[in-house]
């Protein structure tokens, strides 16, 4: 699949969903819907994400589900995460529930 990359100087206020992979880098405050997502270090994030494969390397705040969720060093997530699988990086800063589920996200 095609990965579609928005950029730093990216700002969204509003929802995006993408059937592919998405690369962002900027800010957004709204949902996001993606098959594979990845929020880059410099991405700061505010809303619901919904993900098959979910990186989060950037600021995230909100609530997230994902069938796999990795989550790096330099992310700072204040969030409600739902997830299949998990990876966290040492140096990830987390803070808000998580909780492993069973099924179809």
Do not use: W
């Not at 990216?10 to 992979?21: A, D, H, K, L, P």
């Amino acid at each position: 699949a095609r990965t579609c990359r928005l950029s730093e100087d990216v700002v969204i206020e509003g929802n995006v969903s993408s059937t592919g992979n998405l690369d962002f880098a900027g800010i957004i405050t709204g949902d996001i819907s993606a098959n594979r997502l990845t929020l880059l270090p410099t991405a700061r994030v505010k809303g619901n994400i919904r993900a098959e494969h979910l990186t989060i390397a950037g600021q995230f705040t909100g609530s997230a589900t994902a069938s796999a969720l990795d989550i790096a060093s330099t992310a700072h997530v204040e969030a409600d995460l739902a997830y299949k699988t998990l990876s966290i990086e040492a140096g990830a800063r987390c803070q808000g529930k998580m909780h492993r589920v069973t099924g179809d996200t």
